[in-house]
């Protein structure tokens, strides 16, 4: 499988003077500027090679994990001899399919996809169960550092090897001490006297793939460095001792172990990237991992939604099927709705990285170098998109349960499995809570420090925007109500924040609970714009299904309902909890001034869609 056609007939090159014409092409750029609907890319326009690869993911997952072990009511225990062996089984046969090598080169014997293609492969894995995360390690966090980062030399070595699934990457970075502020690690790593290899000394823990790899990129201080550097670790190389598997309240069908190195002989050669690059390098290979957790996330919950529907269409209860019921219809509409918008937002974010690799490829960049920056460029709706993507697979997994009742909490079922393998989603790749700090302290530094961000200029038109809106035939906006609310909520956002800067100043940082209800701010206000220019954009594409329009323009206006109402409560904490008095009012009344209702039905929406869900048998939009 080849991405020529891929790349030739979604997007063109962009060159240097074009993408000066493309301010969007910058992470937070939405806050203060306005996104067109052909800068959009929506799911709607995957080409027919692409569609050929979710299909192909789909029947692996049917055929080598669903009808094997669980319809049959089995799960995979990696603990187990007799699983670890069909595991290794299963990931074989996805190497044949080319699956370990979606980010690798083709030079490199990998599929070379685009970035968006294979975030689209990731949301599609998530069919997989916990075999998603074994091939997840190799394909993301057990490859790129050396994709990114390898010298020629280290490519050529270890990357062929990686994409035919002949070598299991690993990636080991967390320490018992250095979870979140992973350059605390204290694993050593000691030039020998003649000057020809380190001697790696330390502990890693919660290590994916770590059973069954044979190759490891490890992280650790050289000599008595401040920050982190990175190796390409061979198990071969001796000294590594692998502790026993976890055992995990789910992924269980993916190997997690702790590595202990003692005096483990790592030639010089494989220090990847420059000394004391280390923590660069990790941070921005997790930036990659969240996009795709958020597309996991995506792809987990449209399995259990359909999974949902087909059990409401099925169960009868007081002599009706369940899914004739309201409370169950609220439950499928308000599933289909978060979707919708999540995946808005996840492919909006993953084409802007494409299209600013081309951007610096048009720089003389090299490719990786360039496709380095754009993930770096798009960190904050990276951090957006995995918290999003993490709670959502929470939520529909919790909910398809819910609507199986006690059919649910079987282990037969096979849900309390995907409810179990979900929970982890918020906690790897860093925290939920870390990524939503993340994602404001990145913006802020953007906009004080760097001055990469305009947010000075939008912010300060709001008081006089408010002030018009007292003038008598004054109509302060002229679009649709959909887009005075998202407007509105940007609006919110800028003001809060500012506020808030501006009163608690070097304090700001310390208060993490305010910096949390800033964060839900500015994810639901990036999802909510994402989801309405996904539906202005479908408006103007030729041969729209009108019928499915109908429905999804409701799941966009439910969202935004329901959004408005979150800013709300997170503003009203946020404002209760730096200001008082008058001040406090003040803040209060231009909040209630941006958030104005929006008036809608949410149980006439939630029933629509509802409704088409189950006559299509699952979510097919």
Same mark, same amino acid.
């Given at each position: 499988?080849?991405?020529?056609?891929?790349?030739?007939?979604?997007?063109?090159?962009?060159?240097?003077?074009?993408?000066?014409?493309?301010?969007?092409?910058?992470?937070?750029?939405?806050?203060?500027?306005?996104?067109?609907?052909? $800068?959009?890319?929506?799911?709607?326009?995957?080409?027919?090679?692409?569609?050929?690869?979710?299909?192909?993911?789909?029947?692996?997952?049917?055929?080598?994990?669903?009808?094997?072990?669980?319809?049959?009511?089995?799960?995979?225990?990696?603990?187990?001899?007799?699983?670890?062996?069909?595991?290794?089984?299963?990931?074989?046969?996805?190497?044949?399919?080319?699956?370990?090598?979606?980010?690798?080169?083709?030079?490199?014997?990998?599929?070379?996809?685009?970035?968006?293609?294979?975030?689209?492969? =990731?949301?599609?894995?998530?069919?997989?169960?916990?075999?998603?995360?074994?091939?997840?390690?190799?394909?993301?966090?057990?490859?790129?550092?050396?994709?990114?980062?390898?010298?020629?030399?280290?490519?050529?070595?270890?990357?062929?090897?990686?994409?035919?699934?002949?070598?299991?990457?690993?990636?080991?970075?967390?320490?018992?001490?250095?979870?979140?502020?992973?350059? =605390?690690?204290?694993?050593?790593?000691?030039?020998?006297?003649?000057?020809?290899?380190?001697?790696?000394?330390?502990?890693?823990?919660?290590?994916?793939?770590?059973?069954?790899?044979?190759?490891?990129?490890?992280?650790?201080?050289?000599?008595?460095?401040?920050?982190?550097?990175?190796?390409?670790?061979?198990?071969?190389?001796?000294?590594?001792?692998?502790?026993?598997?976890?055992?995990?309240?789910?992924?269980?069908?993916?190997?997690?172990?702790?590595?202990?190195?003692?005096?483990?002989?790592?030639?010089? $050669?494989?220090?990847?990237?420059?000394?004391?690059?280390?923590?660069?390098?990790?941070?921005?290979?997790?930036?990659?991992?969240?996009?795709?957790?958020?597309?996991?996330?995506?792809?987990?919950?449209?399995?259990?939604?359909?999974?949902?529907?087909?059990?409401?269409?099925?169960?009868?209860?007081?002599?009706?099927?369940?899914?004739?019921?309201?409370?169950?219809?609220?439950?499928?509409?308000?599933?289909?709705?978060?979707?919708?918008?999540?995946?808005?937002?996840?492919?909006?974010?993953?084409?802007?990285?494409?299209?600013?690799?081309?951007?610096?490829?048009?720089?003389?960049?090299?490719?990786?170098?360039?496709?380095?920056?754009?993930?770096?460029?798009?960190?904050?709706?990276?951090?957006?998109?995995?918290?999003?993507? =993490?709670?959502?697979?929470?939520?529909?997994?919790?909910?398809?349960?819910?609507?199986?009742?006690?059919?649910?909490?079987?282990?037969?079922?096979?849900?309390?499995?995907?409810?179990?393998?979900?929970?982890?989603?918020?906690?790897?790749?860093?925290?939920? +809570?870390?990524?939503?700090?993340?994602?404001?302290?990145?913006?802020?530094?953007?906009?004080?420090?760097?001055?990469?961000?305009?947010?000075?200029?939008?912010?300060?038109?709001?008081?006089?925007?408010?002030?018009?809106?007292?003038?008598?035939?004054?109509?302060?906006?002229?679009?649709?109500?959909?887009?005075?609310?998202?407007?509105?909520?940007? +609006?919110?956002?800028?003001?809060?924040?500012?506020?808030?800067?501006?009163?608690?100043?070097?304090?700001?940082?310390?208060?993490?609970?305010?910096?949390?209800?800033?964060? +839900?701010?500015?994810?639901?206000?990036?999802?909510?714009?994402?989801?309405?220019?996904?539906?202005?954009?479908?408006?103007?594409?030729?041969?729209?299904?009108?019928?499915?329009?109908?429905?999804?323009?409701?799941?966009?206006?439910?969202?935004?309902?329901?959004?408005?109402?979150?800013?709300?409560?997170?503003?009203?904490?946020?404002?209760?909890?730096?200001?008082?008095?008058?001040?406090?009012?003040?803040?209060?009344?231009?909040?209630?001034?941006?958030?104005?209702?929006?008036?809608?039905?949410?149980?006439?929406?939630?029933?629509?869609?509802?409704?088409?869900?189950?006559?299509?048998?699952?979510?097919?939009?």
């Amino acid at each position: 499988m080849r991405t020529q056609t891929i790349e030739k007939t979604q997007t063109s090159a962009t060159t240097s003077e074009e993408s000066e014409k493309k301010p969007h092409l910058k992470g937070g750029y939405f806050l203060g500027g306005d996104t067109a609907t052909a $800068e959009m890319f929506i799911s709607e326009e995957w080409n027919e090679e692409q569609q050929m690869i979710t299909q192909m993911i789909v029947d692996f997952c049917v055929k080598e994990i669903h009808e094997p072990f669980f319809k049959r009511g089995r799960e995979l225990e990696i603990s187990r001899a007799e699983d670890k062996v069909e595991i290794l089984r299963v990931f074989r046969k996805a190497a044949e399919l080319g699956f370990c090598g979606v980010s690798i080169p083709e030079e490199y014997g990998g599929m070379g996809l685009n970035f968006n293609t294979s975030v689209l492969f =990731s949301e599609y894995l998530a069919a997989g169960y916990s075999f998603a995360t074994t091939i997840g390690a190799q394909t993301s966090i057990g490859s790129l550092p050396i994709v990114f980062y390898g010298t020629d030399t280290q490519k050529a070595k270890y990357l062929p090897g990686i994409a035919s699934g002949e070598t299991i990457a690993a990636y080991a970075l967390t320490e018992p001490s250095a979870g979140s502020d992973a350059n =605390s690690g204290k694993a050593k790593a000691i030039l020998s006297e003649a000057g020809t290899h380190y001697l790696l000394n330390g502990q890693k823990i919660w290590i994916t793939n770590g059973g069954m790899a044979e190759l490891f990129i490890v992280f650790a201080k050289i000599d008595e460095d401040k920050d982190l550097s990175a190796f390409i670790v061979e198990k071969a190389f001796g000294g590594i001792a692998i502790g026993k598997e976890e055992k995990k309240m789910g992924i269980k069908g993916s190997s997690t172990v702790q590595l202990f190195f003692e005096n483990c002989p790592v030639p010089v $050669e494989n220090l990847l990237g420059q000394r004391g690059e280390g923590f660069k390098i990790a941070l921005n290979i997790l930036n990659t991992g969240r996009i795709k957790l958020g597309a996991g996330g995506v792809g987990g919950a449209k399995m259990a939604l359909t999974k949902a529907v087909e059990y409401a269409l099925e169960r009868k209860q007081f002599g009706k099927a369940i899914g004739e019921f309201g409370a169950i219809k609220q439950l499928l509409g308000e599933i289909a709705m978060r979707i919708f918008a999540l995946e808005a937002a996840v492919y909006r974010t993953s084409y802007n990285i494409d299209q600013k690799t081309k951007e610096f490829l048009a720089q003389d960049l090299s490719e990786s170098e360039a496709l380095v920056k754009a993930v770096r460029e798009f960190a904050i709706e990276c951090s957006i998109v995995k918290v999003q993507g =993490s709670k959502l697979a929470c939520y529909a997994t919790d909910e398809c349960m819910q609507i199986h009742g006690g059919m649910g909490y079987s282990a037969e079922a096979g849900l309390e499995m995907g409810y179990r393998d979900a929970r982890i989603t918020r906690i790897y790749e860093g925290t939920n +809570d870390i990524n939503r700090m993340l994602s404001v302290a990145e913006l802020t530094k953007r906009a004080v420090q760097t001055k990469e961000i305009d947010l000075m200029t939008p912010g300060k038109k709001i008081p006089p925007k408010i002030a018009k809106s007292f003038l008598p035939f004054r109509k302060v906006h002229t679009g649709s109500a959909e887009h005075r609310v998202v407007q509105g909520l940007k +609006d919110t956002f800028l003001l809060i924040s500012g506020s808030a800067a501006r009163k608690l100043r070097k304090q700001m940082g310390e208060e993490q609970e305010i910096i949390l209800h800033i964060a +839900d701010i500015l994810a639901e206000t990036y999802l909510a714009e994402s989801v309405w220019l996904k539906i202005e954009k479908l408006k103007q594409m030729e041969g729209v299904d009108f019928e499915k329009l109908a429905i999804q323009r409701q799941m966009m206006k439910l969202y935004l309902y329901e959004a408005q109402d979150k800013v709300r409560k997170a503003a009203k904490d946020a404002i209760a909890s730096y200001a008082s008095g008058r001040e406090k009012r003040m803040l209060s009344f231009l909040v209630k001034k941006l958030l104005k209702p929006y008036e809608i039905n949410p149980r006439s929406l939630g029933r629509n869609i509802a409704d088409f869900l189950l006559e299509h048998k699952g979510y097919s939009f």
